[in-house]
Nanobody
Framework: QVQLVESGGGLVQPGGSLRLSCAAP????????MEWYRQAPGKQRELVAN???????NYADSVKGRFTISRDNAKNTVYLQMNSAKPEDTAVYYC?????????WGQGTQVTVSS
């Protein structure tokens, strides 16, 4: 059973910052494109950002210029730095790994942007 473990969610004020982390097993992390998805109530899950190794990135238009995805290959961890948070960023954020061995999901972490 492959486990991806997310952390860092919580309540943040509009305009504030939050950093999400996701740790994966090394044998999966090293061969995977790592992704962050989010799902707001009543909406479909959407791709927020992804990062390959050695590090090319892609972002949803809604978060470009505000969010930054990065990976630390020594720690088998991917991060999502969220800046200038907006209420519409409120969602459960999921980590996902994708490789020839298949795709794996984390359990999700709630992010709420509210004053």
């Amino acid at each position: 059973q492959v486990q991806l473990v997310e952390s860092g969610g919580g309540l943040v004020q509009p305009g504030g910052s939050l950093r999400l982390s996701c740790a994966a097993p090394g044998n999966i992390f090293s061969i995977s494109v790592m992704e962050w998805y989010r799902q707001a109530p009543g909406k479909q899950r959407e791709l927020v950002a992804n990062i390959a190794s050695p590090g090319s990135t892609n972002y949803a238009d809604s978060v470009k210029g505000r969010f930054t995805i990065s990976r630390d290959n020594a720690k088998n961890t991917v991060y999502l730095q969220m800046n200038s948070a907006k209420p519409e960023d409120t969602a459960v954020y999921y980590c996902h790994s994708m490789s020839w061995r298949g795709g794996y999901w984390g359990q999700g972490t709630q992010v709420t942007v509210s004053s």
